[in-house]
């Protein structure tokens, strides 16, 4: 019925990040002169997608947040599937890719404004071997340091820095065999980055062409890793170096890889793999975000 007061459930990761925000405190003091609807849930370690879909079916809301990083959000927008409900975000995670993507501030107060105040678009998501991607995936280097930060005790920035500096001098370079489209690529690469969105949570853009709109995604060759490159795609935002970097667009992709090597998808580590299968889901996903966007 029209002007029924609209219901928020707030599914709250409490391992995401190493920030000292209280979500549920802030949550609940944003909200409770407003005309929303809210209840808050948080993740214990043992759920997933099953047990979270019917917490979802039972608490009835109009829309659901993912309070975390893009490991939440990917569990909420599987969670979901189906069930035509937007999803927002609250950044409480260590990088924060996804909320970075779509101009969310970090600021929990102003990252709810956007909650209450922000309209909704379709996105569309990449399945990547059977997994929803929202944000990034990639084998190889990257992805090898994403094990290792998980092992980290420290978290944040440093933490990355470090699992990063220790990956950089034991990872090796894969020969990979790339089907884009009809497009064949053949390369010795430290990494190859699938990419429905620009940059990584460190600011790193790595796919200066990326749209999250679009009807492509795009594939990222890093031939060899290199401190100029990183330097170029953190700060500059110049053209690539084609003799370390390239670029494609394609809608579906094949890779093919000699060895297994670690892989990743939205920040959440997938173990190994030698062989990767992507395709484009069009419009899969409803965000609330910014009323303006720059895309």
């Known amino acids: 019925m029209p002007g029924n007061p609209v219901k928020l459930l707030f599914i709250i990761n409490p391992g995401s990040g190493n920030n000292k925000t209280d979500w549920k405190q802030e949550?609940?003091?944003?909200?409770?002169?407003?005309?929303?609807?809210?209840?808050?849930f948080e993740l214990s370690q043992a759920y997933n997608t099953s047990k979270l879909k019917d917490t979802i079916l039972k608490a009835k809301p109009d829309r659901v947040i993912a309070v975390g990083g893009?490991?939440?959000?990917?569990?909420?927008?599987?969670?979901?599937?189906?069930?035509?409900?937007?999803?927002?975000?609250?950044?409480?995670?260590?990088?924060?890719?996804?909320?970075?993507?779509?101009?969310?501030?970090?600021?929990?107060?102003?990252?709810?404004?956007?909650?209450?105040?922000?309209s909704t678009r379709k996105i569309h998501l990449t399945e990547i071997n059977n997994e929803k991607c929202i944000h990034l995936s990639d084998i190889g280097f990257n992805a090898f340091v994403v094990k290792k930060f998980e092992s980290e005790k420290r978290r944040g920035m440093w933490g990355y820095v470090k699992a990063a500096w220790k990956v950089l001098w034991a990872h090796n370079r894969l020969k990979v065999r790339i089907k884009a489209d009809n497009k064949l690529i053949q390369r010795e690469a430290a990494m190859v980055v699938i990419a429905n969105a620009t940059k990584y949570g460190t600011g790193v853009v790595i796919n200066p062409a990326g749209k999250l709109d679009d009807d492509l995604f795009e594939i990222v060759i890093i031939k060899k890793i290199s401190f100029k490159e990183i330097f170029k795609m953190r700060f500059t935002h110049s053209s690539f170096d084609t003799s370390k970097t390239e670029l494609f667009q394609?809608?579906?992709?094949?890779?093919?890889?000699?060895?297994?090597?670690h892989f990743q998808v939205d920040g959440e580590y997938m173990g190994k793999t030698n062989k990767i299968h992507a395709r484009i889901l069009p419009a899969a996903l409803e965000i609330i975000a910014p009323r303006y966007q720059p895309q």
């Open 27 to 40: 949550i609940q003091t944003y909200f409770q002169q407003s005309s929303f609807i809210i209840e808050l």
């Open 70 to 118: 893009d490991g939440t959000l990917k569990l909420v927008a599987e969670s979901t599937e189906g069930m035509n409900l937007p999803i927002g975000l609250l950044p409480a995670g260590s990088a924060n890719g996804m909320a970075n993507e779509l101009g969310i501030p970090v600021i929990p107060a102003e990252a709810m404004d956007i909650i209450a105040k922000g």
């Open 250 to 261: 394609a809608s579906s992709l094949e890779i093919h890889s000699r060895r297994k090597a």
